[in-house]
């Protein structure tokens, strides 16, 4: 939806009407919307204002500087950065407040440069210089590590499991690649290698009795790392997730209700952190609602290692991971 905005913005003498699923459209997109018409772009409201489904003519886009706020979602940032290589003369973008999932706008500008663009980013300053010709090039596109979090999960749960990720690397752009880091002290270690991975569980790790981390530029991490120190029993703390209320669902909210439901009562919620206690006592064979959103099923599903747990619309998780159910079947989980 965001990328595919501004890019049929800027294609003159087209009609588009963009809309999608019902969750698609309760998320507010009024901040990119505002920043493309700033730039120029004929956008309309079909229904709610601030809303999908939007009407869009597309058009020539003249203007190429524009301010938007930084805090609400990194890819109205990296949208705006990639209509700059379509467009005459780039585009200069800046970004007002604290920036939301930074690592995300870096990864942007890091492969926009692999084929050939200049891109500067200082500060709350971000600049795409458009070039004559776009140089071909071959990209190698590394595999997801917020989707190796949910075998980092596993590693955790389990007494000795050992498992081979391919196609990762030490060196990623990414910045879900802290993951490795953040599982090391819960008690799963990271063997590089030189074009996959090995998690391996490390026995000898002593678990701390609380997690605390502030998760502002890798949200989507959070919900792996909830369920994980949940089924641990370690008190946790995450902090920075204030967009994880426009997600698929209001993640904050749906991770209290499921942990509900598991028996840990224990939850506080606020508007852009998660707080549990450790050491409460997980009730066995409940039924995990996913709300429509692919990383509740995904997390969720971890917990398999250490009860018997049920997953509601298992198919979700095609959205970002459609071999995970396959994939589990492979390490030995029984999925009925």
Same mark, same amino acid.
Request: aromatic letters at 8%.
């Given at each position: *939806?965001?990328?595919?905005?501004?890019?049929?913005?800027?294609?003159?003498?087209?009609?588009? +009407?963009?809309?999608?699923?019902?969750? *698609?459209?309760?998320?507010?997109?009024?901040?990119?919307?505002?920043?493309?018409?700033?730039?120029?772009? #004929?956008?309309?409201?079909?229904?709610?204002?601030?809303?999908?489904?939007?009407?869009?003519?597309?058009? &020539?886009?003249?203007? =190429?500087?524009?301010?938007?706020?930084?805090?609400?979602?990194?890819?109205?940032?990296?949208?705006?950065? *990639?209509?700059?290589?379509?467009?005459? =003369?780039?585009?200069?973008?800046?970004?007002?407040?604290?920036?939301?999932? /930074? @690592?995300?706008?870096?990864?942007?500008?890091?492969?926009?440069?692999?084929?050939?663009?200049?891109?500067?980013?200082?500060?709350?300053?971000? $600049?795409?210089?458009?070039? !004559?010709?776009?140089?071909?090039?071959?990209?190698?596109?590394?595999?997801?590590?917020?989707?190796?979090?949910?075998?980092?999960?596993?590693?955790?749960?389990?007494?000795?499991?050992?498992?081979?990720?391919?196609?990762? #690397?030490?060196?990623?752009?990414?910045?879900?690649?802290?993951?490795? &880091?953040?599982?090391?002290?819960?008690?799963?270690?990271? +063997?590089?290698?030189?074009?996959?991975?090995?998690?391996?569980? =490390?026995?000898?790790?002593?678990?701390?009795?609380?997690? /605390?981390?502030?998760?502002?530029?890798? @949200?989507?991490?959070?919900?792996?790392?909830?369920?994980?120190?949940?089924?641990?029993?370690?008190?946790?703390?995450?902090?920075?997730?204030?967009?994880?209320?426009?997600?698929?669902?209001?993640?904050?909210?749906?991770?209290?209700?499921?942990?509900? /439901?598991?028996?840990?009562?224990?939850?506080?919620?606020? =508007?852009?952190?998660?707080?549990?206690?450790?050491? $409460?006592?997980?009730? #066995?064979?409940?039924?995990?609602?996913?709300?429509?959103?692919?990383? *509740?099923?995904?997390?969720?599903?971890?917990?398999?290692?250490?009860?018997?747990?049920?997953?509601?619309?298992?198919?979700?998780?095609?959205?970002?991971? @459609?071999?995970?159910?396959?994939?589990?079947?492979?390490?030995?989980?029984?999925? !009925?």
């Amino acid at each position: *939806m965001r990328f595919l905005l501004s890019y049929f913005v800027s294609k003159p003498n087209s009609e588009v +009407i963009l809309t999608g699923s019902d969750r *698609m459209k309760s998320r507010p997109i009024r901040v990119l919307v505002n920043a493309l018409r700033d730039l120029g772009a #004929n956008i309309e409201y079909k229904n709610k204002d601030g809303y999908p489904p939007l009407k869009i003519i597309g058009k &020539k886009i003249l203007k =190429n500087e524009v301010s938007l706020p930084a805090d609400v979602s990194s890819q109205y940032v990296s949208s705006l950065m *990639m209509l700059g290589l379509i467009i005459e =003369n780039g585009i200069k973008l800046k970004l007002e407040g604290i920036i939301t999932s /930074k @690592p995300y706008i870096l990864m942007t500008k890091e492969l926009i440069q692999k084929i050939g663009y200049n891109v500067t980013v200082d500060q709350n300053y971000i $600049q795409v210089s458009d070039i !004559n010709k776009c140089s071909e090039k071959t990209i190698i596109v590394e595999s997801d590590w917020s989707s190796a979090s949910y075998f980092y999960s596993i590693a955790a749960f389990s007494h000795d499991a050992e498992i081979t990720l391919k196609s990762f #690397n030490k060196d990623s752009i990414q910045g879900d690649s802290i993951v490795s &880091k953040i599982y090391k002290k819960l008690g799963v270690d990271t +063997i590089y290698m030189k074009d996959y991975i090995i998690i391996k569980k =490390n026995k000898n790790v002593d678990l701390p009795k609380k997690v /605390k981390l502030d998760l502002s530029d890798t @949200p989507d991490l959070a919900q792996t790392i909830a369920v994980s120190c949940l089924g641990l029993g370690i008190e946790c703390e995450l902090t920075g997730l204030h967009t994880l209320k426009i997600k698929e669902t209001d993640r904050l909210e749906a991770l209290k209700k499921e942990f509900n /439901k598991l028996g840990a009562n224990q939850v506080k919620t606020f =508007n852009n952190s998660i707080y549990f206690k450790g050491d $409460q006592q997980l009730s #066995n064979n409940i039924k995990i609602s996913t709300y429509q959103d692919h990383r *509740m099923a995904l997390s969720f599903a971890t917990l398999a290692v250490i009860i018997d747990i049920s997953i509601e619309s298992p198919n979700v998780v095609s959205k970002s991971f @459609p071999s995970f159910w396959q994939n589990l079947k492979a390490l030995g989980f029984k999925i !009925n």
